[in-house]
Every structure is written in structure tokens, then in C-alpha cells.
């Protein structure tokens, strides 16, 4: 959670589709999050294998047949070293899991000379696009003052301060009171010269 501008600034948000909007309840705190993907979305993992041929550690990348979301983890099967799981709902091809369970991705017969030793994920590629993001801004207090999609957190925080006392906000810069009461005299003076 990022947090912008003082207490008494006006917090001018920009969102990633050009909308502009000002926050008085500030500091203000921002937060963008991903937008779940539902629930036995499809999907491929794609990870590095690590095995052992006599002795000597090799690696390899790889990507597993398509799966279900959602994604809990990938790991070398216990006691049966020659396999590779991933906890998912099931194939992408076959009807969604009620649960998630560790499945066999990777494997083959039983060699004694070759074994996995680790499995690391590099990263879940997705079939549909990316869903985007949640932008959430929060008030001093806490309270939820704005929420909305965009397609990324590209956001930008301007902090507009308050004016000092004895000067007039005219929006992007402070007037003094004083200046501007003399000027109100003098074009009234003039006003009233030439009638």
C-alpha cells in the first residue's frame, strides 16, 4: 500500500484511462491488485526441472500439459523421485476438479540413475487475457473512498497543497488577499472615474 500527499493537500489522482479525480481525505493510500482468475480457469505451468544423472545436476525447462486454476504449488513426488506434481483441479482438457490435488506432470518409469532432485516454477501461462487490475484508494481514517478495474496500476499521485491562511485557492496557485482586494479597488476606482 503506497501512501500520498499531507493532511490538509488535495490528492489529484490520474488513473490508467486519463480519469482525474481529487481526494480531500488525505494522506491517501492506493493499492492496485490483480483481478482473480475464476476458479478451473485453464492454464499451462511452465518450470525448470532439476535432476540428478549420475551424480551430476542437470536442468531443464519444460511446460506441463494445461491445467486448472487455481495454482497451489510444484514439487518432486515423495518417495517416488522420478515424478514431478502440481497441486491444481485437474487437467484443462477434463472436467474441473471439486478440489485441488497433487497430479503427476512430469514422470516415467523408475531409473536409478536419473532422478529429480527440484522443481521450480517460472511462471503459469494463462489462455484467456489478463483480467486486469483493482485500484482502491483509502482515506486518512481507513475508509474506502474510490474503487474501479483498469487494465494496469498505471496511476499517477499529484499533491495539490492547501493554501496559506490570508490567500485564495484559484486552483493551481494561492493568491494574496490583500493584492487582490487592492486590485478589486483599483478597477472599482476606475469604474466609478470614468462614469
Same mark, same amino acid.
Given at each position: 500500500?503506497?501512501?500520498?500527499c499531507?493532511?490538509?493537500?488535495?490528492?489529484?489522482?490520474? #488513473?490508467?484511462?486519463?480519469?482525474?479525480?481529487?481526494?480531500?481525505?488525505?494522506?491517501?493510500?492506493?493499492?492496485?491488485?490483480?483481478? =482473480?482468475r475464476?476458479?478451473?480457469? =485453464?492454464?499451462?505451468?511452465?518450470?525448470?526441472?532439476?535432476?540428478?544423472? #549420475?551424480?551430476?545436476?542437470?536442468?531443464?525447462?519444460?511446460?506441463?500439459?494445461?491445467?486448472?486454476?487455481?495454482?497451489?504449488?510444484?514439487?518432486?513426488?515423495?518417495?517416488y523421485?522420478?515424478?514431478?506434481?502440481?497441486?491444481?483441479?485437474?487437467?484443462?482438457?477434463?472436467?474441473?476438479?471439486?478440489?485441488?490435488?497433487?497430479?503427476?506432470?512430469?514422470?516415467?518409469p523408475?531409473?536409478?540413475?536419473?532422478?529429480?532432485?527440484?522443481?521450480?516454477?517460472?511462471?503459469?501461462?494463462?489462455?484467456?487475457?489478463?483480467?486486469?487490475?483493482?485500484?482502491?484508494? #483509502?482515506?486518512?481514517?481507513?475508509?474506502?473512498? #474510490?474503487?474501479?478495474?483498469?487494465? %494496469?496500476? %498505471?496511476?499517477?499521485?499529484?499533491?495539490?497543497?492547501?493554501?496559506? =491562511? %490570508?490567500?485564495?485557492?484559484c486552483?493551481?496557485?494561492?493568491?494574496?488577499?490583500?493584492?487582490?482586494?487592492?486590485?478589486?479597488?483599483?478597477?472599482?476606482?476606475?469604474?466609478?472615474?470614468?462614469?
Open positions: 500500500m503506497a501512501q500520498f499531507n493532511q490538509g493537500d488535495t490528492a489529484r489522482v490520474t #488513473f490508467p484511462d486519463g480519469s482525474i479525480q481529487d481526494f480531500t481525505d488525505t494522506p491517501i493510500n492506493i493499492i492496485c491488485e490483480d483481478i =482473480p475464476p476458479d478451473c480457469e =485453464p492454464f499451462s505451468i511452465t518450470y525448470d526441472a532439476y535432476y540428478s544423472d #549420475f551424480g551430476v545436476i542437470t536442468v531443464y525447462r519444460t511446460t506441463s500439459a494445461g491445467r486448472r486454476l487455481p495454482y497451489e504449488g510444484i514439487r518432486v513426488q515423495p518417495g523421485p522420478w515424478i514431478i506434481e502440481a497441486k491444481t483441479r485437474g487437467l484443462a482438457f477434463s472436467f474441473c476438479e471439486d478440489e485441488t490435488k497433487w497430479q503427476s506432470i512430469a514422470g516415467r523408475q531409473r536409478t540413475d536419473r532422478i529429480f532432485v527440484d522443481a521450480i516454477l517460472v511462471s503459469l501461462n494463462y489462455t484467456n487475457p489478463d483480467p486486469g487490475k483493482i485500484i482502491k484508494v #483509502f482515506g486518512s481514517a481507513g475508509d474506502e473512498l #474510490f474503487s474501479a478495474e483498469f487494465p %494496469n496500476c %498505471n496511476y499517477s499521485v499529484e499533491c495539490l497543497e492547501e493554501c496559506p =491562511p %490570508n490567500t485564495l485557492d486552483g493551481d496557485c494561492c493568491l494574496q488577499c490583500d493584492s487582490v482586494l487592492s486590485a478589486i479597488k483599483n478597477i472599482r476606482s476606475l469604474v466609478i472615474s470614468r462614469l
